[in-house]
């Protein structure tokens, strides 16, 4: 998960670090303090990951357990022996999910992505559960799932992502924010009516690019065919299914290689094996044929 220019390695001066391929999340702080330090952006950073998305729950006012959000997440001990209900199904929920499980009593996870009436136990473990969403919580401390059941919870951990907010940036309604749809955006770069002087990723001012009335019209060809998709505003800028051919193409504009196969690869990698085996793929592995340089090689490169 490095950049190119700087791959992430654990640094051996000082401190211990974690050296596994799959490190913890001391690790991935002290690589972004690192990259920061080194490259001389940590004042310039404002990052977006500040203000917490919160899922609406009725009845939730008066229903007397605790929530919190994954912004807030540190470790797994405060929840032991506890009944825990996490709302999302993506990354941070998997992650977090996994820790909770060793300590708490179950733990249940609601997602509203997936279909109505599901209701199943994870592969894995004895006390986790894959719900659909949540229905109302209640004053008694029960919180029932659209698909039936019903449990009584101690915490509510909101694995919701976070809001897209820009409070310095003024454009006078020329770029909006409507539930994360950022736009309208060129490439999800560019604001067309203010490109290249402003954009959302680094600053493209040695680019070549079309002219306002082509992105204009290329942003609305990419907004129709999501809209005749069904895929709502909030997941107007998840590209995880077009990431390798999104970077391509923004390394392409910049004159810069972009990724290699076998970087593609243990993606897809990564990905299944995070479904087969969720407790162990971490730490267990069969992607060695695709490390193409060793980390003595990016010991020596970082230098």
Known sequence: MGFMDFPFVAQEEGETRDPRRFPGHREVLLYLQDFARKFRIEELISGHH??????????????????IHSHNYRTPEPFRDQMIIIIGHSWSSADISAEIAAVAKEVHIASRSVPDGT??????????????????????GTVVFRDGSAIVADVILHCTGYKYHFPFLKTHGIVTVNDNHVGPLYKHVFPPVLAPWVSFVGIPWKNLLPSQEEMVEDVNTFYSTLEASGIPKRYTH????????????????????????????????????????????RDEWEDDHLIIQSHEDFKKYLK
């Not at 500040?50 to 929530?67: C, F, H, M, N, S």
């Not at 998840?238 to 392409?252: G, V």
């Open 50 to 67: 500040t203000e917490p998305r919160i899922a609406e729950i009725p009845g939730v006012d008066l229903w007397p357990g605790k929530q």
């Open 119 to 140: 209701y199943e136990k994870q592969r894995g473990y004895d006390n986790m559960w894959l719900h659909s969403m949540i229905e109302s919580s209640h004053e008694d």
């Open 238 to 281: 998840n590209l995880f299914n077009h990431q390798a051919d999104y970077n391509n193409w923004l390394a392409a504009q910049c004159q810069c290689p972009g990724f290699e196969e076998w970087r593609n690869q243990m993606y897809h990698y990564t990905t299944k094996n995070s479904t087969v085996r969720p407790k162990t793929y």
